[in-house]
């Protein structure tokens, strides 16, 4: 049963961040994730901002400079949008697979990026997109890289008052590769046990782009910068592909909870970044 | 898609019009267009609301409750523990129904006295203006634990130096079976297999949770409108108050299903001494979150098979022992074990066997009903056996199951002569057939195919001498009512009563109203549990409408001049079979009978064969009524660097005896292919030292929409069954080959066997990779 609590609901963006200015509460858009930890008891607070009535804040904008997205951007919007397949092919894939049908039709891109859970399923793709995160307060606005966004596990470098208002990303190269895999428990509404995204342009035979994201194997979603060095810039053999799994499993610190042990985590960040970078490079370098 | 299996086998018996046929459910509007209604859906005048306090602690004494703020809070009329109780603060929880009188002591506080023995036995009840105000008087409710130690583990929970949960050494059951000679048969084995299998908690997960209204009538009576299972329950709800049985009336309207978890008493008693307290309507609706732990889930078994093979496939020789984790209450677990004990050598028959089977009392959840009953867990078990076995000496599984299928006429595992059609053979034959072509294995999808048969009974334990009562009546308007106080648990089983009516008198199902889940106002239909609501309400309902068609027929014979036995009553009509020609339609016989004064309504009992139990030194006797035979075939592929099982295509074969609606065949087959599944590969309660640690359905997993594979159902009709037209019970059998089958998938795709369910990712990824290093080695 959920808790008595107060509830302000402003309409546009303006009075939204004059609210949060003024601290009147935490502020939410789906409540997938709110109204569960409610009901559980989790969440102790009982004063929130309802972002549902900011229609300002939920579009999807393609154009030369890239793709942006609304905070309020719900994911069956972005699963529904005919050109994210081609803007970010890993982000409609993680749109399909993110929880049930009901959970997509309310939560936010936004909501699922600031909720901080190494299991959001939307940001290994943002990561590998090198989506940045517009934040916005009463004063103004500033843009940051989407990867410079989380400072511990559900901590953001949000500050008091400073809302997160939209996500964006340049164009991918046409022959890019973008994926996304996510391993869980069963096929739909399931927690991500283990989520690996990989993006991959290849240039003269060589990989000239690379990025790697891994969810749910550490405090928060992750870059794996030690693998993508060791793969930039180089042809790719089957080796090099398992020692940069190797590396990116190293850069994991996973823990074991009832989904999965932290040993488990371990061995399929491994097998998928494998996976992951060995069809990435197929697609790339085949272009 | 359905396939019909018109098999030189069957014997066509009926000239059937609408039995066995694709119709509409009776219900089915109601339900679609959302105007059923719930138990949760039912608001009276003055109505309280109710809500529940369960420990939060799986064994602790309580050294006092503290309710004196809770009670002063304002909008509280009530707040009652055990001290509040009448003074046996007991329950039964034997089987329910006519007889009852199991052999065990069934009784369960109905409030938490002095100790609490499970995470979420009730401590205290309070009924408030609101939910929200009887929420927050359970918040001011202070309980002064002392935490003691506990036992958590089934085996463990038989050491003598275990803590007492229950009687003086924690065994709720045991039985067993001494038949043959078990040293002789091993003693010819060419080959002998031990192998352990156990399985895990699994959840009813009903889309309704446990959901009532109590109140107390202008008649004094007390009435419980609740969602149950079983509307005798009246009697326990009676006698846990010390009330008469004829002051309590428990109605259920529809079951938003029930799976066994609403067969035992839920909340019915809990409303009731509310409702007694504040002379006030009570209402609760279970939270999802309470739900998980106020009704008994699927027992965690364990079973270790030794099995004596010769070289051609005949098995000579069985040990098996059985263990099951009984939690801190008996409930069914008695019976649940006995099904388990009996359904040990699954659709097998073996002339030489051991069989010992214990449940054990711990401090885990109070295990219960859930459909398959212990059999489904027997039946996993041995199908695994059987593919191990088939391994073990070279031979096609399928073709070691036949040298074994126990056939007509065979003794089962407790000397009971098989009487009806097994029909496993051909069953299983046609899902194997339905799979198709075992895809080639790629770098990263491994594929698989899996089989498994089954014998699961279908009707109560015969030695509770079952009955079961049902009502026909014809209107002067030709429409007729069936009576029969069955609830309708979702199967369709007030749909069922209204088709077999039909039949018998000539009229479509959609003129027969059936009045139905009341246990007053109705005759007793009993339960709808064991496979048994169709068997043995279906047969009272035919039995009923043919005593009226008879006197009806005998009416008509003197108006046309004809012997009864030349009449037939068909699309609304009485004709001459003979001469069609000369006929009458229905309304305009009932009218004319009418006013001869015929008695156009009968009121009738079917009996379920009777049997006076197992003699307890061997096991030996008759135990169900009958039994349905059948197969499940699944293929699946595992993905092998994560251990991902996915089933692709899911194939249910069974001989139904005849299907009384097709379509609700079809449902209860493709439902348990998804529960199967789940049991297979995701469901799992956890707990940790009794306490359930993911409650909720983002951590329980059952399967999903997006889950679903490609689910196809075979119907075998041998008409060889107890039930109305020759039917077999079906709603427990169709499931019990399931998740054996998706097992033995698993293990012919990896080519390696998991001996402890679910199979999750992780375990299958782990079996591959051990199977790996092994091979390196």
Known sequence: MLPPFELSQPTTLPEALSALAAGDGQPYAGGTILVPDLRGGREKCRRFISLAGLEELRFIGHDDEGTTLGACTTIADIAKDPEMAIAAPALAAAADVFAGAMVRSVATIGGNICCGSPSADMVPALLTLGAEVTLSNSEGKRKIPLSAFYADYKKSVLKPGELLTAVSWKPLRQSASHLFFKLARRKGDAITVTGVSVMMAANDGKCSKVRIALGSVAPTVFRASQAEDMLRGRALTAELIEKAAKAAADQCSPIDDSRASAAYRLQTAQALVRRQLTQAWHQASSV | MTEIDTSPHAIVNENLRQVGKNKPRNDAPTKVYGRAVYAGDFHMDGMLYAKVLHSDRACANIRGIDTLAAKALGGVHAVLTSQDLPAN???????????????????QPILAGDRVRFHGEPIALVAAESYELAQQALELIVVDYEDTEGVFDAFEAQEPDAANVYGDDNIVAAYKIRKGDIDKGFAEADYVLENTFSSQYQEQAFLEPEAAVAWIDEHDILNIRSSTQVVEHFRAVADALGMPHNKVHLQAPY????????????????????AMATQRPVKLVQTRENSFISHGPRHPFTFTHKTGISKSGKITAMKITVTSDAGAYAKLSPYILLYATVGATGPYRVDNLWVDSTSAATNNLPTCAYRGFGTMQANTACEAQMEELAKLIGMDSLELRRQNFIKTGDPNTTGQIIRSAVWSDQCATQALDALGERPDNTDTLLYGHGLACYQQSYGRIRWMKDTSESWVGLEVDGTAIVRCSVTDIGAGQMSALAQIAGEVLGIPMSEVTVYFGDGHMNPLGGTSTASRALYMTGKATELAAK?????????????????????????SKVFVIDDPGRSMSIKDMVKHCASLGVHRHSLEIYRAPPSEGLDPETGQGEVFPDFTYGAHAASVSVDVDTGEVTVIKSVGAHDVGQAINLRAVEGQIEGSALMGQGF?????????????????????LIPTSEDVPDIQSIVLESRSGLGPFGSKGIGEPVFAPVAASIVNAVADAIGTRIHHLPLTPEKVLAAMTAKKAAAEE
């Not at chain 2, 009806?552 to 014979?557: E, G, K, P, V």
């Open chain 2, 89 to 107: 603060n007991a329950v039964m929880t034997d089987l329910p129904g006519q007889v009852g009188g199991g052999t065990k002591d069934t009784k």
């Open chain 2, 255 to 274: 079951v938003g299903g029930g799976f066994g978890g609403k067969e035992v008493m839920t909340i019915e008693v809990w409303l009731a001494l509310l």
């Open chain 2, 547 to 571: 005593n009226v068609r008879n006197n009806l027929l005998q009416c008509m014979a003197k108006h046309f001049d004809v012997s009864p036995g030349e009449l037939d009553l068909g699309e």
């Open chain 2, 680 to 700: 297979a590969l995701s469901e799992e309660l956890i707990l940790e030292k009794g306490v359930l640690t993911n409650g909720s359905f983002s951590e329980y």
